[in-house]
């Protein structure tokens, strides 16, 4: 059966191509995992924080699709120079808007960026053992979907190894 390319606009192309900040941070303040390494939509951020929480730089891994890379790739160029408390205000709405719009199908590989943002930021503070004011406690839309599929990818990966088995 054959699949039909998706409709990939120039500039996802391009950053997927081309991706910047990709690779990993030896110097990270912080690095987040989201996705599953089992069924390998899997993205991993690394950002460095200066003294006055801005960020100074940010890369990442990604393991995903095209939409994926090129979704990371813009949030790393997004965010660098950026205090924490801006860089929390992102979603992946405006990500996708970034990015030039996504097939509806993708749009989880932009949301798998952002939450993964999202849970560095997160863990920033919570290594730190400080809690600012506009940090929500409760998960944000990104966070819970990423929380979502990696639930999803480990049903998967359980059915398949019991296939796998029978
Ligand atoms: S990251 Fe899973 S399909 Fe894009």
């Given at each position: 059966m054959s699949r039909t390319p998706l409709p990939y606009n120039p500039k996802i192309l391009e950053l997927f191509r081309n991706p910047k900040n990709l690779g990993k941070m030896e110097d990270a303040t912080v690095t987040a995992v989201a996705g599953n390494p089992s069924c390998g939509d899997m993205i991993i951020f690394y950002l460095k924080i200066d003294s006055k929480d801005v960020i100074e730089k940010a890369s990442f891994e990604s393991y995903g699709c095209a939409a994926n890379i090129a979704t990371s790739s813009i949030v790393t160029e997004m965010i660098k120079g950026m205090k924490l408390e801006d860089a929390w205000k992102i979603s992946w709405k405006s990500v996708v808007e970034a990015v030039g719009g996504l097939p509806s199908v993708k749009f989880h590989c932009g949301i798998l960026a952002v939450g993964a943002l999202k849970r560095a930021i997160r863990t920033y503070y919570k290594n730190k053992g400080v809690s600012p004011d506009?940090?929500?406690?409760e998960p944000t839309f990104e966070e819970k979907q990423a929380v979502e599929e990696e639930e999803l990818a480990k049903i998967l990966s359980k059915r398949m190894k019991a296939e796998e088995e029978k």
């Open positions: 506009w940090l929500m406690k």
